[in-house]
């Protein structure tokens, strides 16, 4: 194998923290409540994202990408918290059980904080 296949699967097969993030708007309090399965990665895309104004690339999922995008032309970046809220223990990488265990905590979360309008950027998903 070469270093560089090596490296990449090295990569591939480290542990990333994961768990549930808040970004919270300083001036009027309202947070966006989020999980990943690699945290450093969501908030490091998410600030890409807000910086270069990518309205049509936010990938917020659920998430009122469309509101957080203009807070933040209004109030600016140092008006912005980024958080992590909790970490999942990872033992073992099997990213189904990963991604269903995340969805558990993400909705606890979700219970608590109430982050929906007008208090937060999250959009309630609708039950089929």
Known sequence: MDKRAE???????????AGIYQVKNLYNDK????????L?????????ELE??????????HHAGDD???????YGEDSFSFE??????????DRKKVEKE?????????????????HGYNRRLEKK
Do not use: C, H
């Open 7 to 17: 490296i990449k699967r090295n990569y591939k097969e480290t542990l990333r923290p």
């Open 31 to 38: 947070i966006l409540i989020g999980s990943s399965i690699n």
């Open 40 to 48: 450093d990665g969501a908030l490091n895309r998410i600030k890409f």
């Open 52 to 61: 270069f104004g990518l309205e049509k690339g936010l990938k917020y999922g």
């Open 68 to 74: 957080l995008l203009q807070d933040w032309r209004s």
């Open 84 to 93: 992590i809220l909790d970490y999942l223990t990872i033992e073992e990488y």
């Open 102 to 118: 995340l969805s558990v905590l993400l909705e606890m979360w979700l219970a608590q904080l109430q982050p929906y309008e007008p």
